[in-house]
């Protein structure tokens, strides 16, 4: 029988899954999308109805885009209309110059709790003179949207009117003069201020009063006419002290109480130098403003020395005021006077917008404050990317050093607060802080900040901190976590994926990271990528940027835990996505319950999910709404309510008696136990809306033996086709119960009925998530005890045949041996019981010597059932099983398990069957040469009488490797020394001279000399067999190489043995002899060999030469198995 894993394959449920936002119905609203329609979006309620805010923040005509708010009201139909609330027109701050082009009003949209709402506009701006300052602006509106006031908490007031009076070196080193006009008119055309202008040399002339011109263009007429003061001297002091003394009076049209600012242009050092000092110290205590400007013209013309132009530098540079950085400027001619007017111009202007004497002392006038907003139980949080955080501490940044940096890191960006049992913490993100991007915790006591954490984002522009979001999921009023987006993360293939930090709030109110939320994989728009992309978005940025906008979602899913969405609107080629979290305790599930994707093309409708808001119930049905924002529209959707739907099943009989079938139940032509199945079902609705006597469909599914492949049960009568389950669709109200009957058709073992179970419709309400849709219940047996469980008490033994089992050895012709099982049952019937058997792959099942068994193979297990349907109590069973050897796997050891089962609890019995030497012969053999060739040289010399083996020739050794081994030596008889020679019997030899042509010597074609070698049962052998080869032959001889063969053999005796590998068991070796030529190959021996080796082909000519060989015995001869027997032979070479 086949068990499947988890379950039988059943139909899925469409109606199970556990989001309740209805992404297919709700209200769609349509605005421009260059006007960025749709940036912010709030759910709104007032005397008049239910609302959506969308924000719009650049709408307007493309010259003056102010940006404004639209009201939409909900349940207009299909097409609803949105009415423009024209916030820019009645928004504005008494007493400013104001600049309201531009001030994309609608980027912030807040409710406020006690009724109305903030819109803000960060990029609206006021004059200061000439300069434009981007200070930001929020209008209070009323719930029924009227403007009740606006503020701007950002602006500074402008300081005074300037009095500017221009002090120009006149003397003749000036040239040419052109170009201080030209200077002059330059500075001059944008400056709607009082201006006066004096000149100097030797003496000094007023040639410009500061009341003296209404208009500019006059101004500018009588500047372009202005002759130069000439002079051989440059009275700088002078020049100076009388602007002091009489260009800032009354007379001459001084302002009172306005400040002063003079500009100094000079191109050399003064001649009355030594009155400076004193003269600049009274434009001190005169509050006098000095810009200094040095000319470096003539010391460039007249190649002055670097230390002279340093002293004029220093000189110019100490009557500027501090701090110099600010108030210098040096250019290297006349010309260049045009290169800094417009640094000038912003340094002199900024000066109106400022309180102190610092030209770079801006801490709000930048601000564009209402760029985020946030509301608290101490009120409005406004944040402000382009300001300062006054007062400053090093926690947020140190003063003038960092103000740089802190302004780049754009404290501000967003902002949040923290409700703690020990007071509310505030929050603020800085996402481009250190380009990684960090969030600030502080606490505010008066005017005191006090910092208490910082987090600190991990890749470098993420943006991290640029979305924040505190939750209060179980809704005790104390923060649970805070959420901070960093939607600019890159993902593995450098897309901007984005991913969200979740921190939880520890008892001492500490921040502590506890995961990360990320986005389904997105795939980038590219020109190499661009299946299913729209033309218009390819190359464009690319990813989910998931993060983007987070919200608090007042309990979708009717739990009591408060929940969230999170925008990722570049995903699917920039339509957009949002993916909703449920909360869970006191955070929020990792998983994302519900993607929501945008309903926009991508193209005049995009970035679905740039705002989220959820608060409000839109459309009367007891449940938060959830209103997503993009750029070109905004869509409201609804949410369903969530059922609450609980499932049980009893059984009639509760207990199965396989002795005793039911009445009248038969299948398959026998008597068996019918079982009657009721299920019951009871529903409910979570949310406070009268819903009774609605009801809805559900649909379940009822499966037997559903852990099993092949059904031991079915249904009588099924309606549907299939025995073992039913599918059911019907209705319910409050509660329903219907019943089912099934018979069993074999029942060896409890069988379990499978019941899965919803709402049949996606209509209406949506099943809880929490809840379980499925039911598992077991039918239990008869007999079983008082606990309905059956506690059988199985006895397992099994024993072989063999009586002796140290001994042995299975020969050729008794290869097959049997196992000897006996099984007994002590207890409880066993239902179900089985003897499993699982072995070694040396051995073969063969087959089970008992009539009424079954048993299945499957690889190296047997699977036997023991007993129909169950094995009784106190009854014993015995029965054999018969195996044979495999000769295919030769291991030294047979191993079988045996297991008894019943309900696939086992009783284990192992045990190895088999423990000794292998039962079988597998010799191991091999051979290996030291040398195998040997060379004789032409004419070498030899002794003509032999004493000694050792002048015969060189020796050639063979080793031939056997497995098993045993030390035994060789009877080799007569064939070692033939001869006797040694010193008392010597041999003369006189060799012939002859010519040897036959280029391979055998013993296939030639008499050879042979011996035997027996060698008993061990383990590993060694033969070493030493030939000496008679030299004098070969010297003599006339040849050029030729090879002898040595042939060896193993036999195996005993016939008994499985021979598992015959067909290697020769080994040959072959010994060249080469001769080589004293003093080189004649070239005629090359040309004959060169034609012998062509008629070899055609012709081959036999001789038999003999030659004696000598041996000499090997040490020791090991072979595994019995009465083995290695043959050797060799050819001969008469001498």
Request: aromatic share 8%; charged share 20%; net charge negative.
């Amino acid at each position: 029988m086949q068990y499947l894993k988890l379950a039988t394959a059943l139909v899925l449920l469409p109606c199970v899954l556990s989001f309740n936002v209805d992404d297919k119905n709700g209200e769609t609203f349509n605005g421009p999308l260059e006007d960025m329609f749709g940036y912010s979006v709030q759910q709104f309620e007032n005397s008049e109805g239910k609302w959506v805010l969308i924000g719009s923040p650049l709408a307007g005509q493309p010259a003056k885009r102010t940006g404004d708010v639209y009201k939409c009201r909900v349940g207009q139909g299909p097409n609803p209309r949105c009415i423009k609330l024209e916030l820019p027109e009645n928004t504005t701050i008494p007493n400013l110059h104001e600049v309201k082009e531009n001030m994309t009003m609608g980027t912030t949209l807040v409710t406020n709790p006690q009724g109305g709402f903030l819109a803000c506009g960060p990029q609206y701006g006021y004059m200061c003179g000439q300069q434009t300052y981007i200070s930001g602006v929020c209008t209070n509106v009323s719930s029924t949207f009227q403007v009740l006031n606006s503020f701007a908490p950002a602006v500074q007031e402008c300081a005074k009117e300037l009095d500017i009076v221009m002090v120009l070196d006149g003397s003749n080193s000036i040239w040419p003069w052109t170009s201080i006009i030209d200077f002059l008119v330059k500075f001059l055309k944008n400056i709607e201020i009082g201006v006066g202008i004096v000149s100097y040399g030797e003496e000094v002339t007023h040639n410009v009063n500061l009341s003296q011109f209404d208009t500019t263009q006059s101004l500018l007429a009588k500047v372009k006419k202005l002759p130069q003061q000439t002079g051989f001297k440059t009275m700088t002091a002078l020049g100076i002290d009388t602007a002091r003394k009489e260009a800032f009076t009354v007379e001459r049209g001084a302002r009172p109480g306005v400040k002063k600012v003079m500009i100094i242009v000079t191109d050399g050092e003064s001649h009355d130098f030594y009155n400076l000092d004193k003269v600049i110290k009274e434009c001190e205590e005169d509050d006098i403003e000095r810009f200094g400007i040095a000319v470096l013209g003539d010391y460039n013309r007249n190649n002055r020395s670097i230390k002279e132009v340093k002293k004029f530098i220093e000189e110019i540079q100490s009557i500027s005021s501090d701090p110099v950085g600010d108030h210098f400027f040096n250019v290297s001619d006349e010309f260049a006077l045009l290169n800094i007017v417009d640094a000038l111009g912003s340094r002199i202007f900024a000066l109106e917008a400022t309180s102190g004497n610092y030209t770079s002392s801006f801490e709000m006038e930048m601000s564009q404050a209402g760029f985020s907003a946030h509301t608290s139980k101490e009120g409005v949080m406004l944040g402000a990317v382009g300001g300062t955080v006054v007062p400053l501490n090093a926690d947020f940044q140190d003063p003038l050093d960092e103000r740089k940096e802190s302004l780049a890191g754009y404290v501000g960006y967003a902002v949040q607060s923290a409700s703690t049992p020990n007071g509310e913490l505030y929050i603020t993100g800085a996402p481009r802080y250190n380009h990684t991007g960090r969030v600030i915790v502080y606490k505010l006591d008066g005017e005191i900040i006090t910092v208490t954490q910082v987090l600190k984002g991990e890749q470098i522009g993420s943006y991290f901190g640029s979305v924040l979001q505190t939750v209060d999921v179980d809704q005790d009023s104390y923060t649970d976590i805070l959420l901070v987006g960093a939607p600019m993360f890159m993902g593995p293939e450098r897309e901007e994926q984005g991913q969200v930090y979740v921190y939880k709030l520890n008892e001492k109110g500490l921040f502590e990271h506890q995961t990360t939320l990320k986005p389904d994989n997105q795939t980038c728009c590219t020109s190499a990528h661009s299946n299913g992309c729209t033309i218009i978005n390819i190359n464009g940025p690319c990813g989910a940027r998931f993060g983007t906008a987070i919200a608090e979602v007042s309990d979708l899913d009717l739990d009591g835990n408060r929940d969230v969405a999170i925008g990722a609107p570049l995903e699917n080629d920039h339509k957009g996505a949002v993916y909703v979290y449920h909360g869970a305790k006191k955070t929020i599930k990792e998983k994302y319950v519900q993607r929501i994707p945008g309903p926009g093309d991508g193209v005049k409708t995009k970035f679905f999910g740039q705002s989220i808001h959820g608060v409000m119930d839109l459309n009367g049905d007891g449940i938060i709404d959830i209103t997503i924002g993009g750029l070109g529209g905004a869509s409201l959707f609804w949410s369903k309510d969530v059922a609450e739907l609980y499932a049980n099943m009893t059984f009639d009989p509760n207990k199965i008696n396989l002795q005793q079938p039911s009445e009248d139940c038969v299948l398959g032509e026998r008597a068996t136990v019918c079982v009657k199945t009721r299920v019951c079902f009871s529903y409910s609705v979570k949310s406070e809306k009268d819903h009774t006597n609605l009801g809805t469909a559900i649909k379940y599914n009822l499966t037997l033996d559903s852990l099993r492949a092949k059904s031991r049960a079915a249904f009588v009568n099924p309606d549907d086709k299939s025995e073992r389950k039913v599918q059911v669709t019907a209705n319910i109200i409050d509660a329903l119960c219907l019943e089912h009957s099934f018979a069993n058709l074999d029942f060896r073992d409890p069988i379990m009925i499978s019941l899965e179970f919803g709402l049949a419709e996606d209509t209406g309400p949506v099943l809880d998530g929490d809840l379980p849709t499925s039911l598992n219940k077991t039918i239990p047996l008869v007999d079983c005890g008082s606990d309905d469980k059956c506690i059988a008490d199985l006895s397992l033994k099994a024993v072989n045949n063999f009586p002796i089992l140290s001994s042995l050895v299975i020969k050729a012709n008794k290869e097959k041996f049997h196992v000897l099982i006996t099984i007994r049952n002590s207890q409880d019937n066993a239902y179900n019981t089985k003897v499993m058997l699982s072995f070694t792959e040396n051995i073969n099942y063969v087959k089970v010597k008992a009539n009424d068994k079954v048993c299945s193979l499957n690889n190296t297990k047997v699977e036997c059932a023991v007993g129909y349907p169950f094995l009784k109590s106190n009854v014993e069973e015995v029965f054999e099983i018969l195996f044979e050897v495999n000769p295919a796997h030769v291991w030294k050891e047979i191993q079988i398990n045996v297991t008894a089962t019943r309900y696939s609890k086992p009783w284990c019995h192992s045990f190895d069957l088999f423990s000794q030497d292998s039962p079988h012969s597998n010799n191991g053999y091999d051979r290996h040469m030291k040398e195998d060739h040997i060379i004789v040289k032409e004419g070498e010399q030899y002794p003509s009488i032999f004493n000694h083996t050792s002048v015969i020739g060189e020796e050639v050794k063979i080793i031939y490797m056997v497995r098993p081994t045993y030390c035994r030596p060789c009877h080799i008889r007569d064939l070692i020394n033939p001869l006797k020679i040694n010193n008392n019997n010597t041999h003369t030899i006189n060799p012939k001279k002859e010519t040897l042509s036959v280029f391979l010597v055998g013993c296939k074609d030639h008499p050879c000399k042979s011996f035997v070698c027996s060698i008993p049962h061990v383990n590993n052998s060694q033969v070493n067999v030493t030939f000496r080869v008679w030299k004098p032959t070969f010297i003599k001889a006339e040849f050029s190489s030729l090879h002898m063969i040595v042939n060896a053999t193993l036999e195996n005796l005993n016939t008994d043995l499985f021979v598992l590998s015959a067909t290697n068991y020769a080994r040959d070796v072959k010994i060249q002899v080469s001769k080589e030529a004293l003093g080189g190959i004649p070239l005629w021996i090359i040309i004959v060999s060169i034609l012998i080796g062509l008629l070899i082909l055609a012709l081959v000519i036999f001789a038999l030469w003999k030659v004696c060989v000598c041996l000499q015995p090997s040490v020791c001869l090991c072979l595994q198995g019995t009465n083995n027997r290695l043959y050797i032979g060799s050819s001969q070479i008469e001498q």
